[in-house]
């Protein structure tokens, strides 16, 4: 079997990649940049050019392939960009899927996504979501709430550097999975008819608010956070305010997911469909303990040896 998958180089989308090659399938990913993606042509990948945004590029990308997988998601800073390519370009993927028979097209989108039209990237996916489940294609739809890798840039790193986090005085539980585990459900559903055009929630063994994470970093790191409160009333009267002026859309976007923090348990899923269909258990599935655990670990020695050769280098030039 042939996957073609896209969205490759992502920090989802490289352990689809390297879990799809582990497991014995042929694997080819649509990229546009072959040089940034050599390491997984270098982990047995085969790379082929291609755009979203040029369909033109696409049909040559399909031949002999069985499934699709995308993980592909647009950074939310351009509109129009994500236009073309969360909306436009996926609607292209799912015509050409049905042109040419593919026996299933796995899409990564988010939960509760069709509960949230103000938010433009929610929207997008939500709506691919209605198309693809209306096109007869055959389908599977992971929704995740959110990846643990994403964590280190919004906590872990402020933490080590001693930067401000900011935190709002409400916190909601959010069902978070490493990416590493979100690949094992995606190259299982393959083997399972039963997931074939069904959509699942992904997520972690546990469900982790903002205080919660924020105190395991400060344990695993030794250090304090440098935490500043805000309250949801003031943050959801900026996102009010910034829709009167235009240079400050990408603000009131941001603002957006304000409305996210006030739906409690939202966000939170249960494991029991997931195990009894994929046979994955809670306690197979890396916990965000174990993962920050390493994290920090590793930065930990890093940041030590830095400290011990630039302690050398000062001796060097004293002597």
């Known amino acids: 079997m042939t996957l073609l998958i896209i969205g490759g180089t992502g920090t ?8 799809a090659l582990e497991d014995g399938f042929q694997v080819r990913c649509i990229v546009r940049n072959k040089r940034a993606a050599k390491f997984l042509q270098e982990w047995g990948a085969e790379l082929v050019y291609g755009d ?4 033109e590029t696409l049909p040559l990308t399909f031949q002999g392939v069985t499934a699709i997988i995308d993980t592909s998601t647009t950074r939310p800073k351009d509109d129009q960009k994500m236009i073309d390519i969360d909306w436009y370009g ?10 040419v028979n593919i026996k299933r097209f796995i899409f990564f ?8 039209s103000n938010i433009a990237l929610m929207q997008q996916k939500a709506n691919i979501e209605k198309v693809l489940i209306s096109s007869g294609v055959p389908y599977t739809i992971f929704k995740c709430a959110g990846f643990y890798q994403a964590l280190i840039s919004q906590y872990a790193i402020p933490i080590l550097e001693g930067k401000s986090i900011w935190k709002t005085t409400e916190s909601v539980g959010i069902s978070y999975i490493d990416t590493q585990d979100a690949a094992k459900f995606c190259i299982k559903s393959l083997s399972l008819k039963t997931t074939e055009n069904k959509s699942f929630s ?4 546990k469900a982790w608010d903002s205080e919660e994470i924020i105190s395991l970093c400060e344990k695993l790191s030794g250090q304090i956070a440098e935490i500043k409160m805000i309250p949801l009333s003031l943050l959801d009267t900026l996102r009010q305010f ?11 976007r941001r603002l ?13 899923i249960s494991q029991e469909i997931n195990s009894k269909i994929f046979k994955i258990t809670p306690k197979e599935l890396i916990s965000l ?8 670990e590793m930065m930990l020695v890093t940041l030590e040896n830095l400290d011990v050769d630039a302690q050398n280098k000062q001796k060097d030039l004293i002597i």
């Open 242 to 252: 910034t829709l009167f002026f235009e240079w400050t859309s990408q603000i009131s």
């Open 256 to 268: 957006a997911f304000v409305q996210l923090l006030q739906d409690n348990r939202q966000f939170v």
């Open 202 to 205: 992904l997520g972690g063994p």
């Open 12 to 19: 989802l989308g490289r352990q689809i990649v390297r879990k």
């Open 109 to 116: 989108s988010i939960i509760n996504a069709d509960q949230y």
């Open 52 to 55: 979203l945004t040029i369909p």
């Open 289 to 296: 303990d174990s993962y920050l655990r390493e994290y920090f």
């Open 90 to 99: 996926k609607l292209i993927l799912i015509e050409m899927a049905k042109r």
